[in-house]
């Protein structure tokens, strides 16, 4: 099975602060690669999806993709004590099966 | 509209029940997906389902039945469940299995099962 990396942290940061959460993957010839954040008790939420290398932004967050390095992070910006989650990192597989990462957390503190 | 419908939302259940989780969705997505998701371990695939049939099976064990009557519904069907099959039941659903921007996969809420 593939494998999809990320620190279980918990990585703290204050309020209004950038939160940056990163991934690394096994599979090089991985095409789709995805965000998703987890309140405790609840379902995952998809809050980016990234296909292509670079950077794709959306509201106060930031995908990156580096194909090359075979990792992808994530970006919250002006962080608020509501981001404070579970960030799971998510690539797909054949048959369009995901494979999460064990998942960061994140804590923001005010 | 990206809301996928899951009924239970709590079960518990003895090892000799029989009982099932449903699952629903109306955004007119032809992929429907069944995930298990353990506390504090992210969600595993279970099965896959591609235009009403059946397209992946994790090796998951016969006591799990997976059911799609139609493109909109999921079921899972439970049988003779072991205690550590206690879990959250995680339905997703994709407009395509098609990389690229269709595959794109949205969670129901789960169903909480606890098999005492």
């Known amino acids: 099975q593939k494998e999809v990396e990320q620190n279980s942290g918990p990585l703290s940061v204050p309020e209004g602060a950038i939160a940056s959460l990163n991934c690394t993957y096994s599979?090089?010839?991985?095409?789709?690669f995805f965000w998703y954040r987890q309140y405790s008790g609840k379902s995952p939420e998809l809050i980016m999806f990234?296909?292509?290398?670079g950077d794709k932004e959306d509201g106060r967050f930031t995908a990156q993709l580096n194909k090359a390095s075979q990792y992808v992070s994530l970006l919250i910006r002006d962080s608020q004590p509501s981001d404070s989650a579970t960030y799971l990192c998510?690539?797909?597989?054949?048959?369009?099966?995901?494979?999460f990462g064990a998942g960061t957390i994140l804590r923001v503190k005010s | 509209d990206t809301e996928v419908t899951q009924t239970p939302k709590h079960l518990v259940m003895g090892m000799t029940n029989k009982k099932s989780l449903k699952c629903e969705q109306h955004?007119?997505?032809?992929?429907m997906y069944w995930y298990k998701q353990k506390a504090k371990k992210p969600p595993e695939l279970m099965f896959v389902?591609?235009?009403?049939?059946?397209?992946i099976n994790e090796s998951v064990p016969s006591r799990f039945s997976p059911e799609c009557p139609n493109s909109s519904l999921l079921n899972l069907h439970l049988h003779a469940l072991q205690p550590e099959d206690s879990a959250l039941y995680l339905c997703?659903?994709?407009?395509?299995?098609?990389?690229?921007?269709?595959?794109?996969?949205?969670f129901g809420p789960g169903t909480r099962l606890t098999v005492l």
């Open positions: 997703a659903s994709s407009q395509t299995l098609v990389a690229g921007g269709l595959d794109t996969q949205y």
């Open positions: 599979d090089r010839g991985s095409q789709s």
């Open positions: 990234i296909y292509s290398n």
């Open positions: 998510a690539v797909r597989e054949y048959g369009n099966k995901l494979v």
């Open positions: 955004m007119g997505h032809r992929a």
């Open positions: 389902y591609s235009y009403e049939k059946l397209s």
